[in-house]
């Protein structure tokens, strides 16, 4: 995967997470996985599809996804993660994904569409498979709240 892919979807992370409530949104570090990694707590799974094939995920912890959604919704609090804090989570990743799309078309990349979220909850250690040779992983501290982005492009 072309690094420079990755570049779009970092700017529309950090773009977006201010204009839902974060003030902080600072890239920790980025590393290299195989096509099958391990997360625990929630995972957001979106596909691109167009000229550029691939996955988004967002993951974090499950007790910083009570945080993130709580953060979301103006400081209401979260002690379950129910419909509501899952639809938050989903809603953030639409709003990163479809401005990803946006950011492409500033560099001549026209006719992507992005899938509807799928959420995925592990209360263990669950592993993830894409079909993809490589993924990239950047680790993003957003205020106080820990979030992987993982992108797989073909």
Known sequence: MDVNMLNPVLLSFKEI??????????????????????YQGV?????????IK?????????????????????GM???EFDALAQSAISEMGN???ANTCTQFTKIDVQGLDISPPTLMMSDG???????????????????????????GFS
């Open 17 to 38: 997470l201010p204009q839902i409530g974060f003030q902080n949104v600072e890239k920790q570090k980025v590393s290299l996985l195989t096509s099958t990694f391990s």
């Open 43 to 51: 995972i957001l799974n979106i596909a691109m599809i167009g000229v």
């Open 54 to 74: 691939g996955v988004i995920l967002i993951g974090m912890e499950m007790e910083d996804a009570k945080k993130f959604a709580s953060k979301m919704m103006m």
């Open 77 to 79: 609090e979260v002690k």
């Open 95 to 97: 709003m990163v994904c």
């Open 125 to 151: 250690i669950s592993k993830v498979t894409l079909p993809v040779p490589q993924i990239i992983a950047v680790d993003f501290l957003c205020d106080d709240i820990p979030v992987n982005i993982y992108v």
